[in-house]
Structures are given as C-alpha cells and as structure tokens.
C-alpha cells in the first residue's frame, strides 16, 4: 500500500504512531480530510483532524489536504437527521453561514488526489457554491421533502443541554457546540474553489443534493 485516505478520529492520540507506522510500512502518499477554517478552531474542535494535518505534514513523504466545509450528508446520515425527521432543528447557529459540501464531491476529489499526480503539498478547500444559513438548509429540506420542518436558533447552552440529554457525553456536546462558534470565527461564505481545480467542474448545488436525497424520501 502506497497511498492513504486519512480520516483522523476524534481523539488525536493514536494519530501520529499511525502515521510512523505506516510510513514505516512503505505509504509514500497521504490524503488527510480535515474541515474549512481549521486555523480559527484553537482547540475548541475537531483535534483529531489538527493532528492529522500536523503529522502528515511532518512524515518526510507527500500530502495533500481537504478542508471541507459542513457536509450536506449531514442532514440525512448524521446528527441532525433525527431533530429534522421530529420536525424541529435547533442549533447555535445564529450569524453562521456556510456553503455545505456534497460528501460526493469530497470522495471524487479524493479519489484524484490518492491517484493522480500534481496536488502534492497543497490545501484544497472543498465547499458548494451556495452560501445558506441553517435556516435557509432546512426550508430546502423541508420543500423538497413536503414535510413540516423548523428551524430554531439556541443558545450554546441549551444545545448542550440538549445533546446531553439525548446520551451525549458532556465533553462531547461542548465541542460540538464549539463547532459553530469555529464556524462563525472563520467565516464560512467566502468561495472555495477545491472541487473545481481538482476535478475541473463546479460544485454540486445544494438543492441537486436535496432533490436526490430529500425528494427520494
């Protein structure tokens, strides 16, 4: 094996001994997925995907990183599934933007950089072309899916209140909430043009994810 697609789990501590080991084992390329405006996280969030950037880029042979923006599949496979079936999102989401990205661009984008020469030693940022708020996100959902869907903004500390009461651990629930305060620092709206400089297209919009996925059922 000569190429690895590196998606850092939450605790950064096993991250590096992995990355010696398998350099140690003869991978000469790393593709690390990490998330837009890590620079502002600071340690608030996601410590897993600092290391991973970190150790990569210390191991002496080639590597490219994604930063993607927020996921459109996390809407329909992840956290926010759920609230959006029960018919309420609640989120601290108040003054965010962000520009979610299709995980299909990510992995076609990923795919070329494990593959394909020219990315070595780059950041590519990878995000949709369209600039929505959460609340913007969940009238497109709620549409497209003819169900009844709101949208609450919270504060921080009733959406860790919330979480914990779901079975989120504590510590777990204040980095998520941390999340969007990364999201707000770093702001988000601004153009990425990741997907278009590797695959030589744009985008997908918002609402291509959304009619496939949310229309579908």
Known sequence: ???VY???PDDPAPIAGFVEQAVAAGVRRFVVLSGRGMEHADGRFGAGMAE???AVQAAGVTWTIIQAANFDQNFDEDLWHAP???GRLALPAAGVVERFVDLEDVAEV???LLTEPGHEGRIHEVAGP???TFGDAVEAIAAA????IS???VSPAEYEADLVAEGWPPEVAAELSAMFDVLRDADLGKPADGVEQVLGRTATPFADYVARVWRAG
Do not use: I, T
């Not at 899916?145 to 009844?148: E, F, I, L, P």
């Open 151 to 153: 949208y609450v903004d």
């Open 84 to 86: 959006l079936l029960a």
């Open 130 to 132: 369209d600039v929505l």
């Open 6 to 8: 590196l998606v850092a």
């Open 145 to 148: 899916s003819g169900r009844s």
């Open 52 to 54: 991973a950037e970190r």
């Open 1 to 3: 094996m000569e190429a």
């Open 110 to 112: 990923a795919a070329v």
